[in-house]
């Protein structure tokens, strides 16, 4: 937690510690509340959940009576919770089920995502974590797009010790994508990760290959996971580019990374409502450590500090 504390700082400054000294002053005029509002919108909350905290904490501060900074604490980290919490399960599926013929299946998760929001470093992370769980872990390179994602997608194998399959630059990544799984198979892995590619700029080619990347992955037996990787940083931005991946495959998770760089935390809220995905890990640092799952308590604790 405090590890958490520390990466979370510029969102705790900025919302957390904001929201509480703006709570905290002697009268709560109009300018106040409106203040309130903007340091949730500068946040990345969003509009709706905005108007929805603001109101009820204009009730329940009314309510409370007293200003005293535990009870105010206490009625905001109430209030966070309920915005950050949902139903929707995050419970990351890394237990492959037996395919058709009773045979153990490893678990196949896909990480998807435009370039540039940690789709490889992610995919680096995760296949440490499980590593360290006691799992084996291949990796499948299928951005074959992008020159270096290969290489470094090796690089974290190696320093994980997990094998990466890849295939020539340039090449079709839903065959990468099918070979990584079958060597998985091959192999009596648990887990496979396969990295794809982003370039959002032609929709209908992403739409075409990543769809095709989960067909051909799916002749072998079911995908267990498909994550979306989305930059903390980029804000609304990155909401829009959700949707469309959301529009392309069956999201089963958001990676939310680059949270230790900024103080748009509010995003988090944003993100499960507009897509009804759950946040399921959080990225908190550059390092081979910095992935983290997704705790609500944990999250809002952190955020007021
Ligand atoms: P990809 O193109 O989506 O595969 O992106 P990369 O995995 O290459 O990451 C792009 C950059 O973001 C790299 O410099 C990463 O080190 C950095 N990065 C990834 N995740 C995080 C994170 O959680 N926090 C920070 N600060 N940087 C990150």
Do not use: C, Y
């Amino acid at each position: 937690l405090v590890r958490l504390r520390s990466r979370l700082s510029r969102s705790q400054n900025a919302l957390g510690k904001g929201l509480l000294t703006l709570l905290s002053r002697e009268h709560l005029d109009e300018d106040t509340w409106e203040e309130v509002e903007d340091t949730l919108l500068t946040a990345d909350v969003g509009v709706a959940p905005t108007q929805e905290l603001v109101e009820r904490l204009r009730t329940r501060v009314k309510v409370l009576g007293t200003r005293s900074p535990a009870d105010l604490r206490q009625l905001l980290r109430e209030e966070l919770l309920t915005l950050v919490r949902t139903d929707l399960d995050r419970t990351l599926h890394t237990d492959g089920l037996p395919n058709a013929d009773g045979a153990d299946q490893p678990a196949v998760l896909m990480v998807v995502g435009v370039n540039g929001t940690g789709k490889t470093t992610t995919t680096g992370k995760l296949a440490r974590v499980l590593v360290a769980d006691g799992r084996s872990v291949v990796l499948g390179a299928a951005d074959t797009f992008r020159a270096a994602a290969a290489d470094q997608l090796q690089t974290w194998g190696e320093r994980v010790g997990a094998r990466t399959v890849r295939g020539p630059e340039g090449g079709d990544p839903a065959s990468v994508a099918f070979d990584a799984v079958k060597e998985g198979i091959a192999e009596g892995a648990d887990v496979v990760l396969i990295d794809t590619a982003g370039r959002l700029h032609t929709k209908t080619g992403l739409m075409d290959e990543l769809g095709k990347v989960k067909r051909v992955v799916e002749k072998h037996g079911p995908v267990d996971e498909v994550l979306l990787v989305l930059d903390a940083t980029t804000g609304q931005n990155g909401l829009v580019q959700a949707r469309v991946f959301a529009e392309v495959v069956d999201i089963t998770g958001i990676v939310l990374t680059k949270l230790d760089g900024t103080a748009k935390g509010g995003i988090v809220v944003a993100v499960q409502r507009e897509l009804g995905v759950p946040v399921k890990l959080i990225g908190l640092g550059e390092g081979a450590d910095d992935l983290a799952p997704f705790e609500p308590e944990a999250f809002v604790d952190a955020l007021i500090g």
